[in-house]
């Protein structure tokens, strides 16, 4: 199956800084890549959806000024955190779909756990 | 309205016990996906199986099988002979659009198998 990396993996943050999460296609081009939250013991909701140079799409909930998304190439994808706060702790994760033939779904990346004292 | 339920929020078992974890959908489109994904103490997602809504064949791979029946529009896992490393959550999910736009994650269930 395709891979999908996220970097890195564990990051810890003061608050009021700013964090970038990056998630990878390895093998294939992604042309929608998908931003997923989950707080413990919850399951994943999403975030915003990003296409191939086109501004995202966020969820309803999401502002997106705090969670900003670049999907500048085909096989990156990064969402920043901004002016973090505790309460923005969380495992995030993003899935990548190439969009046609065997690459036609949703792979998922191994998700990155955020921090913010 | 939910799209997946899963009711069991948390289940323990004996190890070697068998179990069934529950998943009831929602959708009003005649294609849709169906996947189970197992999400270990780690984080990563594992990806476990994908069903299409035209086949309605169940399936078994090894101790894994699941029970697709668009009649009461379920899609069950079951583990037999359950084991230590099955501990985990496992999350149901409907897809829409294979694509993963209009992708619903049930709320999962927590699985503890006990030695």
């Known amino acids: 199956g395709a891979v999908v990396s996220q970097h890195p993996s564990r990051v810890i943050c003061k608050s009021g800084t700013s964090v970038k999460i990056e998630c990878r296609s390895l093998d294939f081009q992604a042309t929608t890549m998908f931003w997923y939250r989950q707080f413990p013991k919850q399951s994943l909701m999403l975030m915003a959806t990003?296409?191939?140079?086109?501004?995202?799409?966020?969820e309803q909930g999401v502002e997106k000024d705090k969670f900003l998304i670049n999907h500048a190439s085909l096989t990156l994808s990064t969402l920043t955190v901004t002016s973090a706060h505790p309460e923005d702790s969380s495992f995030y994760i993003c899935?990548?779909?190439?969009?046609?033939?065997?690459?036609?779904?949703?792979?998922f990346g191994p998700g990155t756990r955020l921090t913010v004292l | 309205a939910q799209k997946v339920t899963q009711a069991q929020t948390e289940i323990s078992v004996v190890e070697k016990e068998d179990v069934t974890l529950d998943c009831v959908y929602e959708?009003?489109?005649?294609?849709?996906?169906l996947f189970w994904y197992k999400q270990p103490p780690s984080g990563e997602l594992v990806f476990l199986i994908r069903?299409?809504?035209?086949?309605?064949q169940n399936e078994i791979s090894g101790r894994y099988s699941w029970n697709f029946q668009k009649s009461t529009s379920s899609f069950n896992f079951t583990i037999t002979a359950s084991q230590v490393v099955d501990s985990a959550v496992y999350f149901c999910?409907?897809?829409?659009?294979?694509?993963?736009?209009?992708?619903?994650f049930g709320t999962g269930t927590s699985l503890t198998v006990i030695p």
């Open positions: 959708t009003r489109d005649t294609t849709y996906y």
């Open positions: 999910a409907l897809s829409e659009d294979i694509s993963g736009n209009q992708f619903y």
């Open positions: 899935s990548a779909s190439g969009g046609a033939g065997v690459y036609n779904e949703q792979f």
């Open positions: 990003s296409n191939e140079g086109s501004k995202a799409t966020y």
């Open positions: 069903r299409n809504s035209f086949d309605e």
